[in-house]
């Protein structure tokens, strides 16, 4: 078990390009979450997926904002055409879902976001 | 509607001294979970401590415990015998269990500096 791990940790853009940023679960964690903080701020939920299919997303997040989890194991998230806006540190967790209970978020150290 | 509330930006507290983070939370549903989050300078957020809605005891984790008053909807974190390294960014989070939403919705947090 190696955490949750995320890449980049760092990535510096210019306004109007495209982003990726990958996220690899701890291996047995079917559920798996975005988030986004920005400074002094606490964690904004982005999206959810369990297993493959993504359960939920925000409605703060806009449509140049996509997240997929192929074969329910890593996950991407892209930022299309970024905008200043758009920096932040980008979170990614997961979790063993069992229903009730301390299903507790296992956060990876993130990848932050400076849009230029 | 805020569903998470940290009222205190800041705190600070002398070595070897107890410390109450504040948290209130705001959920019409029977069956939540809470969750203290700590988060270092260095960014990865830390799981602290855990309480369900029905757990009859306050949750306890070496020098973390959970005051919880399930009707004033709080639930505080005690932190025993503060050490330096405490000093963090500190997350109250709620994942409510029936609604059909899994995601967990976090507080602005609460800063906790230690003094030597």
């Known amino acids: 078990d190696t955490g949750v791990s995320q890449d980049p940790r760092h990535k510096i853009t210019k306004r109007g390009q495209n982003v990726t940023f990958r996220c690899d679960p701890i291996?047995?964690?079917?559920?798996l979450y975005w988030y986004r903080q920005t400074l002094g701020q606490g964690p904004e939920f982005l999206t959810y997926f369990q297993n493959e299919a993504q359960l939920e997303k925000s409605r703060l997040l806009s449509d140049r904002f996509s997240a997929e989890r192929p074969k329910g194991s890593f996950s991407t998230l892209e930022i299309q055409r970024t905008e200043q806006g758009d920096s932040a540190m980008y979170l990614c967790?997961?979790?063993?879902?069992?229903?009730?209970?301390?299903?507790?978020?296992?956060f990876g150290a993130g990848s932050r976001l400076t849009v230029l | 509607a805020q569903k998470i509330t940290q009222t205190q930006p800041g705190m600070f507290v002398q070595e070897k001294e107890a410390v109450t983070l504040d948290c209130t939370y705001d959920?019409?549903?029977?069956?939540?979970?809470l969750f203290w989050y700590k988060q270092p300078s260095s960014g990865e957020m830390i799981f602290l401590i855990y309480?369900?809605?029905?757990?009859?005891q306050n949750a306890t984790e070496g020098r973390y415990s959970l005051n919880f008053q399930k009707a004033r909807k709080s639930a505080n974190l005690v932190i025993s015998a503060s050490q330096l390294g405490d000093s963090a960014m500190y997350f109250c989070?709620?994942?409510?269990?029936?609604?059909?939403?899994?995601?967990?919705?976090f507080g602005t947090g609460t800063r906790l500096k230690v003094l030597a």
């Open positions: 291996s047995e964690h079917n559920r």
């Open positions: 309480q369900g809605s029905y757990d009859q």
């Open positions: 967790a997961s979790s063993w879902e069992r229903g009730l209970g301390a299903n507790v978020l296992t």
């Open positions: 989070a709620m994942r409510e269990g029936t609604s059909g939403t899994y995601k967990y919705i």
């Open positions: 959920t019409s549903d029977p069956s939540y979970g």
